[in-house]
């Protein structure tokens, strides 16, 4: 399986910004996916996670109300709609997948890393 992230750039606070992963291969058996961020200089943390067949979402308590994340499973995509945008939101912002949602929102030995796409907010 791949993993391929785009959408990130530059953002003025407030602002939003959607960010794709498209995944590619055998796909069949990795329905979670969801996304971590790393700001420079600190760990890596958890964003949000969806369940591309049951539906169940995960959000960390930092992006809740701003963050929606979805999947078009037609295109083996997921989605991260990122609105009201802070400065804080600044990372690199990686998606991943894995046939357990807790894994994924664990991030501890997920299937799949896709690389990383960086996502600058200005204040």
């Known amino acids: 399986v791949q993993l391929q992230a785009s959408g990130g750039g530059l953002v003025q606070a407030g602002g939003s910004m959607t960010l794709s992963c498209a995944a590619s291969g055998r796909t069949s058996n990795n329905r979670a996916m969801g996304w971590h961020r790393q700001a420079q200089g600190k760990e890596r943390e958890f964003v949000a996670a969806?369940?591309?067949?049951?539906?169940?979402?995960r959000y960390a308590d930092a992006v809740k109300g701003r963050f929606t994340i979805s999947a078009d499973n037609a295109k083996s995509t997921v989605y991260l709609q990122m609105n009201d945008l802070k400065p804080e939101d600044t990372a690199v912002y990686y998606c991943l997948a894995d046939p357990y949602l807790a894994v994924v929102v664990t991030g501890a030995g997920p299937s799949y890393w896709g690389p990383g796409t960086q996502v600058t907010v200005s204040s």
């Open positions: 969806i369940d591309t067949r049951g539906g169940s979402l």
